[in-house]
């Protein structure tokens, strides 16, 4: 990784600012991983954001559709970046109100393939794993 091996490396090990953790704000955990390896620190030293970016963008698609503050919708993706990832639509809940007992309050529905598409667009409109 280019970028990596010259500015960011070279700043990990620069004795001046003495680093006590590395950050990575990305979706790819190879990245992390690769952080890790170069810097020569221990694991709990360098430290990913794993998939709070595409949970972050499907809690605020999720707000979107239900015309709802995104600060009130909780929705979680796991596993990797991209197609691959896992949405917990069953988690998903609007004011700590389980998303179905909400759209039932709101009389409201749903379909899955909406959340699915949801999903998709929260993953795949950033998506890109390669580095």
């Not at 970028?3 to 590395?22: D, N, P, W, Y």
């Not at 988690?91 to 309050?105: D, H, M, N, T």
Request: hydrophobic residues 40%; aromatic residues 6%; proline residues 1%.
């Amino acid at each position: 990784m280019h970028c990596f091996g010259t500015g960011a490396l070279e700043m990990i090990h620069c004795s001046e600012l003495r680093l006590q953790k590395v950050a990575m704000v990305q979706n790819d955990a190879s990245e992390t991983y690769v952080a890790w390896k170069l810097s020569g620190f221990s694991a709990n030293r360098v430290i990913g954001s794993g998939t709070n970016l595409d949970s972050s963008r499907f809690q605020f698609l999720i707000a979107d559709h239900l015309d709802v503050n995104a600060q009130d919708a909780q929705a979680y993706i796991v596993g990797e970046h991209g197609d691959s990832s896992v949405a917990l639509c069953s988690s998903i809940s609007v004011g700590g109100i389980p998303l179905l007992s909400f759209l039932e309050r709101q009389q409201m529905a749903i379909e899955k393939e909406t959340l699915e598409n949801i999903h998709k667009q929260s993953v795949l409109e950033l998506a890109c794993t390669a580095w």
